[in-house]
């Protein structure tokens, strides 16, 4: 698609171009400029009509709305601003350079200026920060009519009109009625009668993942956001509010990798960029990973009266890796869906231990016999090596599931307890158990 | 809150209780519900009003819902199944055992049945299982008062009324419309004029996270959904598109610390199923492992000549296992966020490398100057081991970003390659470098 637009701008076929692009969702026709060689996105950018201009620039990629940006004329910067809702316009300009920033911000009415500057002022990664400033607002006195036509008075440049938020003099929020509500009305019912006084909130400066998740709670197709007396100053769309909670999976997956989360996708993150998010965790693994080289070496002896421990070594560490890891991400995900509480603890444990003892078990068992038939090692080799993952395994789960759980419960992010921590820990734990069980049982 | 709400059941102060559940949201209400007694349930699910109850019987676990069925009566369980949204009734009825499910479809009438069992056979995971088929159809000829009309008389029942489908006489989809477009046309024009037809839809069979991807893509608030004669059957909405792509992460993260996924809750799954999910990676896993124990057998030589070589393999593993986790558990993300395709390999190689030869060479230098200052083996054997370290990391990065892609060009799901996979085989890789290494180096 891209190449044939490109073909199209070339031969100056230019209204052929713009009748192809005009044709397509803005959100794809986003994409479609992100594909196109620099030059000639503003050449294609100019062509389409003013409002899907501004529509299509909001579903842009950052760096592609700053190269159009360099390109705008001041009059068709302002033009694409005016035209850009709040949030988008706030999303955008976070993550400009400083200069144009400041170029943007000349180039806005005062009021508009002063209202993108208030939504910046909030917390990173709070509801402020993510939220529209405007929604319908009505007045409880009004009737179903008289709301209706404020709808249409100024709902054209609202994001969404379905949820309509009822306020009094001090913009306190009051109730809340949703455009069902309304058409399912009479005409001249009071608003008083019908909103909804049980309203959910979030203050701006409440976690957006809190926000996010609350919205889906409670299925709502926004959240109304309030400051700290309580008056309404705008509301999170659900389309933010998806977008929030796929960042949020995002990042934490990537915690869980032991990677420092960042905002930007993959391919548009540079070598240098990249390095930095991941050395410092390896670096860390590798000096706590010395426990291990430390342990080994002081059981040198034991280790040289037998050397055919040494071959099972990997086999314990990774069986032990991968059990700590599938109990600790269990519990990491199930703490940021809110399915456990740390009241929970003793449950969690008491089955985390049920599950090791089976598995454990299962996996002995699988590993005693394959270390007499294939590896046709001694009977007494293969007892140490199938008692030790038995319980490696159960060590694992328990580490497993209580670090994250004790990291949330003292305040720091569970996600970081996730399989390269635990495996570290768990690694040196399954040393020290396997040269014990082996001085036992060998008499080394 | 749970235990006042008891308390008052139990004092018999059945008003009281009613009128606070009354006030609660449905949805925080059927939380409430699920932490009550079992006994208790029935009793105050009695209390509320009719169409709250259902609203809330619809948030409830599966689990709970069950046990309420079992207590209703003939005409209870008609009245709940009869305010019911059709996908709500439908996600109960999947959870639900035979007997129950056949007790449901006894109690509701011939064309719901129908309805029901028709999405009930739409594979599972596809837009058609979590569709719901009550949307509002308009016709093309209509003017909006017309529309505002069909909207007021058949709105009631329909769980989202702000996207209105435009279907032709064969039921195929020719537009869409808003109501934020009718409140905004004026009265007398007729709905062609003003609908989109540049229309976005699934079909029955697409899958569900594409259906919610899409719908978020667009910023939908629904998604229509199409037969294969593209006639317009159902409607995904936004709520349970956000709920798709939260279970679809939870999925995502379960696969990729090698558990099977599920649908239920830690806390709601039993510990013989828990033992099912997990038990089985860990004996693949470990049986991969063995080949690590092969190499290092048939390098026993080596490592007796120098047995300080033995104290290295733990830390040498474990960032191999690190390194090849960030790179594989990056690139799944970005696969199924769709960021990038299978085009990219070159450029994801290319850049991997580079992270690799930066990471790779701090680590490098961070052990070397560690192993000659702290563990104060000779240089020689810190040479080998940070040498090794370096050629592990890169190795590790290019099986960790290139095993992804290739299962997903080959149909698998690129989940599976994530971390435990990937350590099994740097492990291998990462052993049989060091031991040449070492031969290489030390003469050995």
């Known amino acids: 698609m891209a190449e044939s637009i490109e073909m199209l701008l070339e031969e100056k076929k230019y209204s052929e171009a713009a ?6 969702n803005p959100a794809d026709a986003a994409v479609l400029l992100g594909e196109l060689e620099a030059t000639k996105v503003p050449i294609l ?3 389409l009509p003013k409002e899907m201009a501004s529509e299509v620039f909001a579903y842009m990629e950052s760096e592609a709305q700053e190269t159009l940006i360099q390109a705008f004329s001041d009059r068709e910067l302002g033009e694409v601003m005016e035209q850009l809702y ?3 316009a706030v999303d955008m300009i976070e993550e400009m350079p400083a200069n144009v920033v400041k170029r943007i911000l000349r180039h806005v009415d005062a009021d ?3 209202m993108i500057n208030q939504v910046l002022n909030y917390p990173e990664d709070s509801a402020g920060s993510i939220m529209t400033i405007e929604y319908v607002d009505l007045k409880a006195g009004m009737t179903v009519e008289q709301a209706f036509e404020r709808i249409r008075a100024t709902g054209v440049e609202k994001e969404t009109i379905y949820t309509c938020y009822v306020t009094d003099s001090q913009r306190k929020l009051e109730g809340i009625v949703t455009v069902k509500d309304l058409l399912l009305a009479p005409k001249d019912e009071i608003i008083r009668n019908i909103m909804e006084t049980n309203i959910k909130f979030v203050y701006t400066y409440t976690d957006q993942e809190e926000t996010a998740s609350m919205l889906s709670h409670y299925d709502f197709l926004a959240m109304p956001v309030v400051d700290a007396e309580e008056r309404l100053v705008g509301i999170v769309t659900v389309d933010d509010a998806i977008d929030v909670l796929q960042e949020e999976a ?4 990537e915690k869980m990798a032991a990677i420092s989360p960042s905002d930007k996708p993959y391919m548009k993150t540079g070598v240098f960029a990249t390095w930095k998010k991941r050395v410092p965790w390896l ?4 000096v706590s990973a010395t426990f291990t080289s430390a342990i080994i070496g002081s059981y040198e002896s034991a280790l040289a009266a037998s050397v055919v421990l040494t071959n099972f070594i990997p086999m314990l560490m990774d069986t032990g890796g991968n059990s700590g890891s599938q109990s600790s991400i269990t519990i990491i995900r199930s703490l940021s869906l809110g399915e456990i509480r740390f009241a929970d603890v003793p449950r969690i444990l008491l089955k985390e231990c049920a599950v090791a003892l089976l598995c454990g078990g299962t996996l002995a068992v699988g590993a005693f016999i394959k270390l007499m038939l294939i590896d046709r090692v001694t ?3 293969a007892l140490v090596v199938s008692v030790t993952l038995a319980v490696v395994v159960l060590v694992a789960n328990i580490v497993g599931a209580t670090l994250p759980m004790l990291a949330k419960r003292l305040g720091f992010d569970p996600t970081v307890m996730a399989s390269p921590f635990i495996t570290t820990i768990v690694d040196a734990v ?5 040269f014990n069980i082996a001085k036992l049982l060998l008499g080394i």
Chains 1, 2 share one sequence.
């Open 45 to 47: 950018f100019r062509l």
């Open 112 to 114: 508009t200026r002063t």
């Open 86 to 88: 709040l949030d988008d």
């Open 19 to 24: 009748a192809r692009v005009k044709e397509m």
């Open 250 to 253: 995002t990042e934490d997956i």
């Open 379 to 381: 009977i007494p080799v």
């Open 430 to 434: 399954a040393l020290m158990l396997y």
């Open 283 to 286: 670096l860390i693994l590798m």
